[in-house]
C-alpha cells in the first residue's frame, strides 16, 4: 500500500514538473500578436505618407504644366498677331505694287509714243532717198510691225502679271487664315515672298520692254536687207529675255500654290479660292 502511496505522488510531483517545464518553453500567443498589428499599421501609416507626398508633387507639376502652357499660348497668340500684321502689310505692299506697276507702263507708253513719232518720221525722211520706193514701202511695213509686235507682246505680259499678282494675293489670305488656324505657314510665306520679287522683278522688265523701239537704220538700197534683220533680231534677243522673266514669276507662283496645298487641313479652315495658276507666259 505504501508503495502504490509513494507511486502515485511521484506521478503527481513529475507531472507537476513537466506542467511547470512547459509552461517556461511555451510560445505566448496574446504578446506575440499585438506585435503583429503593430507592423502592419506602421507600413499603413508610411503608405499614406507616401501617397500623400505623391499627390503634392503631382498637383504641384500640373500647376508648372499649366502656367508653362499658358505662357506658351500666350506667345505663339503674341507670334500670330504678329505674324498676322506682317501680313496684312505685305498685302498692302502687294497692291501698292500693282498700282505702281500700272502707273509705270503708262508712263512707258507715253515716253515711246513720243520717241516712236520721231523715229517714224526720220524714216520716212530716209526712205525718200531709196531708189526702189517698193523695198522702201516693205521697209516702212516691217518698221510698223517690229513695233505692233512689241506692244502687243508687252500688253499681254502686263496683264498676265497683273493676274499673276491677284492669285497670290488670295495665296497670301489663304495662308493668313491657315496660320490663325494654327498651321505652320512659313514655308508658304517664303515662297510668297519669293514669288513677290519674280513678279516685281518681271514687271520692271515688262515696263523697260514697252518703252523699247526697234528702228530700222536706212543708208543705202543694198544695205536694208541687213538693216532689217538687225532690228528684228534685236527685238527677238529682247522678248526673249523678258518672256524668261515673266516664266519664272509664273514658275514661284505655282511654287507657293504647291506649298499652300500640302499644308495639313489647310482648307478646314479656310474658304478655298481659286489658287491655281491657269495663265501662262506668252
Known sequence: MRNKILGGMCGVGLLAIVSVAFAQTAPMPTLYRAGEQGAPAAAKEARQTAQQDMQAARGALQQQMQGAREQLQQNLQSLRGEASTSRMMFR???ASSTAAFRAQMQSARQAFQAKRDQERSD????LKDIKDQRKAQTVANLDQRFTDINQKITS??????????????????????AAANGSDVSAVDAAITAAQGAINTARTAVTAQSAKTYPIDVTTDSALKSAVST???????????VRSLVQA?????????QLLQSVPNVDAATTTPETTATTSAQ
Do not use: G, I
Open 123 to 126: 524714216l520716212q525722211a530716209k
Open 231 to 241: 532690228a528684228r533680231a534685236s527685238l527677238n534677243t529682247d522678248l526673249q529675255s
Open 156 to 177: 499681254q505680259w502686263s496683264d498676265t502679271l497683273d493676274r499673276l499678282q491677284a492669285l497670290l494675293s488670295k495665296v497670301s489670305s489663304r495662308a493668313d487664315k
Open 92 to 94: 498692302e505692299e502687294m
Open 249 to 257: 514669276a509664273h514658275k514661284s507662283l505655282s511654287d507657293a500654290v
